[in-house]
Every structure is written in structure tokens, then in C-alpha cells.
């Protein structure tokens, strides 16, 4: 059964830092593309940033862009997501979620789903 | 990348069909087969339930099915049940490594 397990999340007061954490079992973590998709309270789907299954390119959305830093440690089964200079428009819940290609963008579905991190970005 | 439109609601009655269209531009919708479709319901995440325009992942009911005309994407619900109730969102390639996803519609089941 794939299961993501994000952690990391919480209050983070505004220009602050935090590291999103998203450890992954079930499949062969090696070999797909992954992504971060958020959500703001209320709100609909942004999609944010992606990684190659060998980690060798990344997007990032322009919203985030110069401030978020996605990495992945296949040794450790687990996705990260650096995110600095936050702000309160960064306040939402945060998922990780596996592609079902090894490849991301033409052709990439997010066939699986954490259940998600909230960060609140206040002071 | 602006979001793909969306309608707010829609409502059916179990058993009724109902529709859910997600339109774009020939950038994302119209230019690519690449359109799925994800549920939610009230605080869990989202899951897949449409890809490719019209593909089912594995233990997706066949009540649910996807097409795209033109720069419009559709999802069709047919013989809806309670559970069907949720949000959902559709999700389309849009060039240049990006997702790009719809605004959401709320189902709701009458």
C-alpha cells in the first residue's frame, strides 16, 4: 500500500523558515517524479513544485520560486520541501504527492496523495 | 498560469448523471490529452479518479468518466450515490513542466 506521511508543518511567523518533510512506503521511491501541492483554508489546489525521480531537475511555480526548495533523499525514502522568506499567503495545508511517471510534467498524474501539513504563517 | 474555470456547484439525486466541466485554453486543455480528475472530501486529500482525459486508475468505479471537446474538459458522474458528495478538482498539463489546476466545484448529492 503507498503511504506519504508529511510532518514539519506548524506556526511560523512571517520571513521565517521551515522544512516540510514527506517519508514514503510502498513503492519503489527511486523511480517516480514528486510533487508539492498546496492548499489554503477554504481554498482550491496550487500546484508548487516538482522533482525528478533521479532528482536531477525540479520546477517551481512562480509563487514560489527563489523562496522554496524541493530535494528528495532516496536513501531515507522522504521528500523535503525548504521553504523561507514566508509569508501569510504561504498559510495553507501542504501535500506531497507521487507522480506515476518517472518524469514530471507531459503525461505526469498525481496518482497518490498525503494526507497533509499545515503551516501557518503569522505573527 | 491562470486556473481552469470551474463551476461552483452543481446537484443531482442519487441515480441522476450529473456533469462537471472544466474549461481552459488551447495552452493547457485544448493543446494536451493530459486532463485528470480528483475528489475530496471534507478534510482528506484529494484522490485520483480521472487521468489522461478518460483513463480509470485501478478501483475507480466506471460511474465516473472524463472527455474533452475543444478547450473544455468534462467529468460525468452517472448513477449517483451519497458518497459522491465532495469537492473536485480537474488538473491539466499546461506546458513547460506545470500543472495547472481548476477552481474546484462542490457536489452536492440531493
Known amino acids: 500500500e503507498v503511504q506519504l506521511v508529511e510532518s514539519g508543518g506548524g506556526l511560523v511567523q512571517p520571513g521565517g523558515s521551515l522544512r516540510l518533510s514527506c517519508s514514503a512506503s510502498?513503492?519503489?521511491?527511486?523511480?517516480?517524479?514528486l510533487h508539492w501541492v498546496r492548499q489554503a483554508p477554504g481554498k482550491g489546489l496550487e500546484y508548487l513544485s516538482a522533482?525528478?525521480?533521479?532528482?536531477?531537475?525540479?520546477y517551481y511555480a512562480d509563487s514560489v520560486k527563489g523562496r522554496f526548495t524541493i530535494s528528495r533523499d532516496d536513501s531515507k525514502n522522504t521528500l523535503y520541501l525548504q521553504m523561507s522568506s514566508l509569508r501569510a499567503e504561504d498559510s495553507a495545508v501542504y501535500y506531497c504527492?507521487?507522480?506515476?511517471?518517472?518524469?514530471?510534467?507531459?503525461?505526469?498524474?498525481?496518482?497518490?496523495w498525503g494526507q497533509g501539513t499545515l503551516v501557518t504563517v503569522s505573527s | 498560469q491562470s486556473a481552469l474555470t470551474q463551476p461552483r456547484s452543481v446537484s443531482g439525486s442519487p441515480g441522476q448523471s450529473v456533469t462537471i466541466s472544466c474549461t481552459g485554453t488551447?495552452?493547457?486543455?485544448?493543446?494536451?490529452?493530459?486532463v485528470s480528475w480528483y475528489q475530496q472530501h471534507p478534510g482528506k486529500a484529494p484522490k485520483l479518479m480521472i487521468y489522461?482525459?478518460?483513463k480509470w486508475p485501478s478501483g475507480v468505479p466506471d460511474r465516473f468518466s472524463g472527455s474533452k471537446s475543444g478547450n473544455t474538459a468534462s467529468l460525468t458522474i452517472s448513477g449517483l450515490q451519497a458518497e459522491d458528495e465532495a469537492d473536485y478538482y480537474c488538473?491539466?498539463?499546461?506546458?513547460?513542466?506545470?500543472?495547472?489546476f481548476g477552481g474546484g466545484t462542490t457536489l452536492t448529492v440531493l
Open positions: 504527492v507521487k507522480d506515476a511517471l518517472y518524469y514530471y510534467g507531459s503525461g505526469s498524474y498525481l496518482d497518490y
Open positions: 510502498g513503492f519503489t521511491f527511486r523511480s517516480y517524479a
Open positions: 522533482i525528478s525521480a533521479n532528482g536531477g531537475s525540479t
Open positions: 488538473c491539466s498539463y499546461a506546458g513547460s513542466y506545470t500543472l495547472v
Open positions: 489522461d482525459v478518460s
Open positions: 488551447i495552452s493547457d486543455v485544448g493543446g494536451y490529452n493530459y
